[in-house]
């Protein structure tokens, strides 16, 4: 009989706590009586005073009436400097003391000088595959000269400048065969013949896709 009445105890326990929180969500979701707020008195002044414009304290600043009719403005007389006399006059003697310069002519020889012939031509040679350069002599006239086994080159003038030119130079003329590796027997094949100018390597020089050759100077 005991435990019965722990169990009917605890169960009316938990019906009643089930009850108050039922009880408690439905006093919570429902809607409150409204409250008045709190008087304000500073408030109510202000609301209670009515707006009125701020007046300016500055009056206004006194000044001359604008003139019935349009005021002519004539412009100001144009100021004249005087030139002084002295640094006139003294202008005018600086010009005349400017004489014109003249010009020195060039002093031309009645007759030009002759260039002065060279018993060897100076010749600076490279062999563009195996990079190798060389400076040797070739005789004015006389017997040609192979340049690594295949590049031939014979001299038939070589001249200096003369001191009346206005560059310093040295001029050959020069003719150049290729003959081919292993074809001693064959014919040379010439590939350049004119003046080259130790000035003007660049322009007067040997081109060939494997050599190039210039020249360097002449000499006795």
Same mark, same amino acid.
């Given at each position: 009989?005991? &435990?019965?009445?722990?169990? *009917?105890?605890?169960?009316?326990?938990?019906?009643?706590?089930?009850?108050?929180?039922? +009880?408690?969500?439905?006093?919570?979701?429902? &809607?409150?009586?409204?409250?008045?707020?709190?008087? =304000?008195?500073?408030?109510?002044?202000?609301?209670?005073?009515?707006?009125?414009?701020?007046? &300016?304290? %500055?009056?206004? #600043?006194?000044?001359? #009436? /604008?003139?019935?009719?349009?005021?002519?403005?004539?412009?100001?007389?144009?100021?004249?400097?005087?030139?002084? /006399?002295?640094?006139?006059?003294?202008?005018? $003697?600086?010009? %005349?003391?400017?004489?014109?310069?003249? %010009?020195?002519?060039?002093?031309?020889? %009645? +007759? #030009?000088?002759?260039?002065?012939?060279? !018993?060897?031509?100076?010749?600076?040679?490279?062999? !563009? *595959? *195996?990079?190798? +350069?060389? !400076?040797?002599?070739?005789?004015?006239?006389?017997?040609?000269?192979?340049?690594? !086994?295949?590049?031939?080159? +014979? /001299?038939?003038?070589?001249?200096?400048? *003369?001191? =009346? $030119?206005?560059?310093?130079?040295?001029?050959?003329?020069?003719?150049?065969?290729?003959?081919?590796?292993?074809?001693?027997?064959? $014919?040379?094949?010439?590939?350049?013949?004119?003046?080259?100018?130790?000035?003007?390597?660049?322009?007067?020089?040997?081109?060939? &896709?494997?050599? =190039?050759?210039?020249?360097?100077?002449?000499?006795?």
């Amino acid at each position: 009989m005991r &435990p019965n009445r722990l169990l *009917t105890a605890g169960a009316s326990l938990v019906l009643a706590l089930s009850a108050g929180a039922v +009880t408690a969500s439905v006093l919570q979701d429902a &809607p409150r009586d409204a409250r008045p707020v709190q008087q =304000d008195p500073i408030g109510e002044i202000l609301r209670n005073t009515p707006a009125t414009p701020a007046v &300016p304290t %500055e009056t206004a #600043p006194s000044g001359t #009436p /604008a003139p019935r009719a349009p005021i002519a403005v004539s412009p100001p007389p144009s100021v004249q400097i005087a030139e002084d /006399a002295a640094v006139a006059e003294k202008a005018e $003697e600086e010009v %005349e003391a400017e004489a014109p310069v003249a %010009e020195k002519p060039i002093e031309q020889p %009645e +007759t #030009p000088a002759r260039r002065q012939r060279r !018993k060897f031509a100076v010749i600076q040679a490279l062999d !563009k *595959t *195996t990079a190798e +350069t060389m !400076k040797f002599e070739v005789e004015v006239g006389g017997r040609p000269v192979r340049f690594n !086994k295949n590049l031939i080159f +014979t /001299a038939r003038a070589c001249e200096v400048s *003369t001191p =009346d $030119e206005l560059t310093e130079d040295a001029i050959a003329y020069l003719q150049v065969a290729v003959q081919s590796r292993g074809a001693a027997s064959a $014919e040379p094949r010439q590939v350049f013949r004119g003046w080259m100018f130790a000035s003007s390597p660049a322009v007067s020089g040997l081109q060939h &896709p494997n050599y =190039d050759a210039w020249v360097v100077g002449c000499k006795n």
